[in-house]
Nanobody, 117 residues
Framework: QVQLVESGGGTVQPGGSLRLSCAASGFTFAAAVMSWYRQAPGRERELVADISSIGGTTNYPDSTKGRFTISRDDARNTLYLQMNSLKPEDTAVYYC??????????WGKGTLVTVSS
């Protein structure tokens, strides 16, 4: 079955960096549009970045553009999120999402990122 397992979360000081990973299995990873979302306490889940299945076109909202970089390794079935210049408002649970052919969506369980001094 489809599995998405995030890792790499933790606590970092403002201005620091973290790299998240999402290990995927149970589907054709290279054919999936992959995304990172996040959800802070009391807030709705929001898009952090996504990357297309062919060509690796990326998309970022203004809140993460220039600081975060999404990438994928189709040979390793792994999605990454490099986060630099982290701010306290980046504190959230970060989720990996796969959108497969016909639009079916799958989510990981999330990894907590805390930005605090």
């Amino acid at each position: 079955q489809v599995q998405l397992v995030e890792s790499g979360g933790g606590t970092v000081q403002p201005g620091g960096s973290l790299r998240l990973s999402c290990a995927a299995s149970g589907f054709t990873f290279a054919a999936a549009v992959m995304s990172w979302y996040r959800q802070a306490p009391g807030r709705e889940r929001e898009l952090v970045a996504d990357i297309s299945s062919i060509g690796g076109t990326t998309n970022y909202p203004d809140s993460t553009k220039g600081r975060f970089t999404i990438s994928r390794d189709d040979a390793r079935n792994t999605l990454y999120l490099q986060m630099n210049s982290l701010k306290p408002e980046d504190t959230a649970v970060y989720y990996c999402r796969a959108r497969l052919i016909l639009g079916r969506l799958y989510w990981g369980k999330g990894t907590l990122v805390t930005v605090s001094s």
